[in-house]
Nanobody, 115 residues
Framework: QVHLVESGGGLVQTGESLRLSCVGSGFLFKVQTMAWYRQAPGKQRELIATISPTLATTYTDSVKDRYLISRDDAESTVYLQMNNLKPEDTAVYYC?????????WGQGTQVTVSP
């Protein structure tokens, strides 16, 4: 059974950093492109970063130069280092595969950035 378990969220102040983790199980993690998404209150879930098995990365413009996605295939884990956080980064963060062949969603991890 496929599981995605996100962790590492919390309440921080503007300008601070957080590192999120997502552990995947029940599928062959190392051959998958993985992604981070976020869903802010009242908004649709959006794709913010991806990382391929060859470590190629993409970022949405709003997080480029502040966020860094990485992976550890030995641990079936994808990370999201978030720096210089802003109040508009407040959201529930999820990992998954990008595109239409997404896996079952995990519970996400809440990130709240105070002004």
């Amino acid at each position: 059974q496929v599981h995605l378990v996100e962790s590492g969220g919390g309440l921080v102040q503007t300008g601070e950093s957080l590192r999120l983790s997502c552990v995947g199980s029940g599928f062959l993690f190392k051959v998958q492109t993985m992604a981070w998404y976020r869903q802010a209150p009242g908004k649709q879930r959006e794709l913010i970063a991806t990382i391929s098995p060859t470590l190629a990365t993409t970022y949405t413009d709003s997080v480029k130069d502040r966020y860094l996605i990485s992976r550890d295939d030995a641990e079936s884990t994808v990370y999201l280092q978030m720096n210089n956080l802003k109040p508009e980064d407040t959201a529930v963060y999820y990992c998954n595969r990008p595109g239409p062949l997404r896996l079952s969603w995990g519970q996400g991890t809440q990130v709240t950035v105070s002004p």
